[in-house]
Every structure is written in C-alpha cells, then in structure tokens.
T-cell receptor, first 114, second 116 residues
C-alpha cells in the first residue's frame, strides 16, 4: 500500500503564477516531511522540509503547509519560474522509527511555461 | 565540495548476470541509504547503514540483493542473477547524522540498470 501519495502526476502553470503541489499520507507515525526536486539524469535535491509540530514553513519562493488532521501537505511555489520545471517528490520520515529512511510519493511533474 | 557520486552511471546486464553498483558518500557522512526507483515512480527504500553497520535492510526485495559498507564510507550494492524486474535507477543518499537526527539526505545521480 502506498503510504505517501501524490495524486497529480503532472501540473502545467504559467510563469509568474502559483504552483500548488499536493501530497497525502496514511501513516500516523510520520512526523517529518520533505520535498525534493529532480531534474532528468540527476538525483533528487532537497528543497524544503517541515516538522509535524509546525503547520507552515517558508523559504523564499517555497512554502510548505501541513494539515496533520487531514494527513495532507502541500508545496506552494510563487512566483513560478521556468527553472522550476522538474519532478517534485514528497517524502515522509518517522523519526521515532528505526532509521531515517524516507517514504516517497510517486512524484508530480511540473512544467512552467514562459 | 564533492557530492555523492555513483558508478557506473549506466549498466546493461544480461539476465542472470551479477552486477555491483558503487556509492561514494559525502566525506564524513554517517548515514548511507540505497533506494530503487522504477520508471515513473518515486524512490523506494532498500537499505540503510550507520557507519559500517547495516541497521535496516527491510526494503531489499530478495536475497539476490546484498549491500555492504565495510569501512563506513564507500558502499556497494550487489545484485546476483539479475532479472528484468531489477531494471531501475538505483539511488544512493548520505546524511551527516545517524538515526534519530533530523537532516536531509543528499542524493547521488543514480545508476540506471537495464536488464535485457
């Protein structure tokens, strides 16, 4: 069963507008969440994270929102730029569980049109 | 500074062959992870090392998969008697702290394995 889901496989947005990426999880043991960005033929690179004790974390153009009761998080990119075109992965980690392995969603491909 | 490096970047193996994939983590990083990413999917956890100790191998799909990190730095993922379903990108990641710490994992570019 997929514990982390990204239900939108792709997203197209105009340059300068907001991109909103969504992620749902089922495991209540997850308490740390991360977003990674991936370009073709490269490994994922860390973008932003949020602990379950917060409901919002902001870093420049990127903001992550966490709704624990709904087991839902979202990534907002504003304004979107052509260089943001990539695949974005949501990931979750259960800090209290053994190890720090990440459970990833299936990814959302974002295309920012100039 | 140098990031996580992996070699080879691409590997084609005939079904039944053994392969070995190498990962050089960031110097000084305690934790090392291997993930498998099938086409169109997110990475899936395979195994985790803290220094030279393999603390979690719950994600290894079969006993054909074996990983080691004998000196706590470089790691090798070995797949014996490869099968077509092993075709995927194998990602290695490292992080500075050990289990329980909160820091992000830094990923290498991956090795794309194609089994024919």
């Amino acid at each position: 069963d997929q514990q982390v889901k990204q239900n939108s496989p792709s997203l197209s947005v105009q340059e300068g507008r907001i991109s909103i990426l969504n992620c749902d999880y089922t495991n209540s043991m997850f308490d740390y969440f991360l977003w990674y960005k991936k370009y073709p033929a490269e490994g994922p690179t860390f973008l932003i994270s949020i602990s379950s004790i917060k409901d919002k974390n902001e870093d420049g153009r990127f903001t992550v929102f966490l709704n624990k009761s709904a087991k839902h998080l979202s990534l907002h990119i504003v304004p979107s730029q052509p260089g943001d075109s990539a695949v974005y992965f949501c990931a979750a980690r259960g800090v209290k569980a053994a190890g720090n392995k990440l459970t990833f969603g299936g990814g959302t491909r974002v295309l920012v049109k100039p | 500074g140098a990031g996580v490096s992996q070699s080879p970047r691409y590997k084609v193996a005939k079904r039944g062959q053994d392969v070995a994939l190498r990962c050089d983590p960031i110097s000084g990083h305690v934790s090392l992870f291997w993930y498998q990413q099938a086409l169109g999917q997110g990475p899936e956890f395979l195994t985790y090392f803290q220094n030279e100790a393999q603390l979690d191998k719950s994600g290894l799909p079969s006993d054909r998969f074996f990983a080691e990190r004998p000196e706590g730095s470089v790691s090798t993922l070995k797949i014996q008697r490869t099968q077509q379903e092993d075709s995927a990108v194998y990602l290695c990641a490292s992080s500075l702290v050990g289990s329980g710490g909160l820091d992000e994992q830094y990923f290498g570019p991956g090795t794309r394995l194609t089994v024919t």
